[in-house]
């Protein structure tokens, strides 16, 4: 499993996080209206481990992490979500690489990821 990920496959890997991010947060949103959303899932979540190189048997470990991060980032304010989404999205994909290390260096995730962890990476309001 290789994690030095080329700048190409890093920008589209970015641009998968964005249209994950972006579709989740829309259907949270139909869902909170009482709409039927089972058909817009668009579950890009293997899409994206594939692109960053994480083996199949890690898919489930790190399904349960990305899970927790994307739902905290999600639950964000809109006005704050769409104003930093790109930071969101970096800053997940910067956490999924370090995730993905760690599982290939280790085999399993020691410590769960938290939100205030992740928003240790890089600030948004500077």
Known sequence: METNIEPNTK???ITLILA???NRKLVMGLDAVGLSTDEFNSNLTELIFEKMGIAKQYEVLAGNWYEDIIFNILNIDLNTFREHQL???I???DALQEK???LQ???M???KFTYLQLAGFRRFDN
Request: aromatic letters at 14%; glycine letters at 4%.
């Open 91 to 93: 800053t997940l994909y």
């Open 11 to 13: 920008k589209e890997v």
């Open 109 to 111: 995730i020691k410590s």
């Open 100 to 102: 993905s290390r760690e």
């Open 20 to 22: 994950d991010m972006r």
């Open 105 to 107: 260096t280790e085999g």
């Open 87 to 89: 930071f969101f999205a």
